[in-house]
């Protein structure tokens, strides 16, 4: 297991009043820039990740770090893989410290906007050290909640790889299976010969986070019984 802490992040001016339609010659302006130099102050992105062994399989059902996975999209995507790699990134819970934001919607929303790119660098680092110290080839992965299939409840055995996941990087889950701070991300990463999104099996098309088109006869290629995949 290896935690990754302050984890470089980049915020950059001129992008951020062009994402925010924030004129450069205006008041506000000049409150992003406060609001950056705050930020990189405090910001303290980080993630946490372990290389694992499958240790059992069933048909609907993984095991791996002691904990036993009920999924089956997961279990196929793990039929043939022997190492798997668990993982939690967050934006890190410092930026919700930056004094003076309660109660301004817009300014929440721009540092709402930072915490995301904290975690998109924190998910981008992680994904990097494990291509760096494993080589394991072309990675895809998949989170509790991202489908109906592998439901939000299994965050508890994702965190159990881990044990005290709050004291290492400073990510919590609620009574709701939620993750604190919000901009977190938990999931698996696995070698795999052919790229998966959980995106491909969701049909919802207002999805603002979608990495990938949804394809209506891939459950029933792969994952349904009697599939290829079975």
């Not at 910001?43 to 499958?54: G, Q, R, T």
């Not at 915490?115 to 981008?124: D, T």
């Amino acid at each position: 297991m290896e935690a990754l802490r302050n984890i470089p992040v980049e915020f950059d001016l001129r992008e951020l009043l062009q994402r925010f339609r924030v004129p450069s010659d205006s008041p506000d302006a000049a409150d992003v820039e406060q609001l950056l130099a705050r930020a990189r102050e405090v910001v303290n992105a980080k993630a946490i990740y372990d290389v694992c062994y499958v240790e059992k399989r069933g048909r609907d059902t993984v095991e791996f770090g002691s904990a036993v996975f009920t999924s089956r999209v997961l279990a196929v995507n793990l039929d043939g893989v022997h190492r798997v790699f668990p993982f939690i990134a967050t934006c890190g819970g410092e930026l919700d410290d930056i004094p003076g934001l309660a109660g301004d919607p817009l300014r929440e929303y721009w540092l709402d906007e930072l915490r995301m790119l904290a975690l998109r660098a924190a998910s981008a680092r992680v994904r990097d050290r494990i291509e760096e110290k494993y080589r394991p080839g072309k990675l895809s992965s998949m989170s509790p909640g991202s489908l109906e299939d592998w439901p939000i409840t299994q965050q508890t055995q994702l965190f159990s790889v881990f044990g005290d996941v709050e004291a290492e990087i400073g990510v919590r889950l609620t009574d709701s299976f939620l993750m604190l701070p919000m901009k977190s991300v938990s999931g698996v990463y696995f070698p795999t010969e052919h790229s998966f999104a959980s995106c491909q099996l969701c049909p919802r098309d207002d999805c603002p986070g979608r990495s990938a088109p949804y394809d209506p006869n891939l459950w029933e290629e792969r994952y349904a019984e009697g599939s290829e995949g079975s």
